[in-house]
């Protein structure tokens, strides 16, 4: 069937995923190898062992992937590897494996942004996005409000200035002893609270930009000042007000650009208290709701491969360098 499917490669934070995917999105495997419990004991990523296990992981991985197709390279079209953003150590083992693999096998290797990755990301499987839509990416590592009007053409109109709304969540989290990771815990203790207290809304009258650490700083001042206060509630009034400056954001961006459909994508799109949100926003203004399968939702490989077909069929040079920053 000739060379009909992409690999792609993402080791950019925590996990070593490897996927075969084809042009209409179909993903043929998409194997993923999580360091969750190495990080555990550190509560958070630890980049220098993240490097360490992403190069332990990625060629067995690579393997397992290739065994779908009976290691038959002549269906490889072409690599693509996450670029960045992402930890540099992380980065470069993806890379160097992607371009190794490249030169053995003679196939082109096509470098992608990580965050086009995650906006590609519902048309695995099946294609769920109708443009021009509005995406809202909320993961741990980041946060995104984009405008697209096909695959390729994407306006970013705001990210964050500090925090993601998932390290929000987790480090609020861990300051009500919530454990690691905290977001799916503090989102059940807040639908268990009221939303008595007023926290703070950074940055919510202007614009498409996110602020989150003075909401952070604010709920860390109430449990100094007041250590006996409801932890529900504490919960409860933290997330209505990320809900409050998601929402508001996400209103005006609707009145100003045309969308056909509104798509969250990111970890904490898993929340139930966010989806109701998106069904609330969208049954008021009659864009239609996607909600991608949490699978495609969370760091993998598949989204890589996906967005790397749409460079595949342009001539422009491959691209290698690392991104540090939000050029998508
Ligand atoms: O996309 P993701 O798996 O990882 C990144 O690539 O960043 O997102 C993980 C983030 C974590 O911060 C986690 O606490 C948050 O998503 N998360 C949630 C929920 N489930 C996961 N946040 C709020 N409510 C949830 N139910
Ligand atoms: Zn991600």
Redo the contacts with the bound molecule.
Sequence with gaps: SGADLILGIETS?DDTSVALVDRGGRVIACETVSQFDIHAEFGGVFPELASRAHLEAVLPTVDKVLKAIDSDTGRLRAIGVTRGPGLIGSLIVGMNTAQALGLAWGKPVFGVNHLRGHLRSPDLDEKRITYPALLLL?????TLLCHMTSTTEITVLGTTRDD????T??KV?RMLDLGM????A???LARAGRAVHRFPRPMIREGYEFSFSGLKSSVARMLEKDPDVDRADVAASFVAACLDVLGTKVRRALGEYEAKSLVVV???A?????RDLVGEICAKTGVQPCLPPLKW???NAAMIALATWDYVDRSEPTDMRTVPSMSL
């Design positions: 934070c909320v993961s741990g590592g980041h993601s709304v998932g390290e969540y987790d989290a990771p905290g977001g799916p503090l989102d059940r990111g970890g904490v898993a929340s139930p208290q966010i939702a969370t760091d």
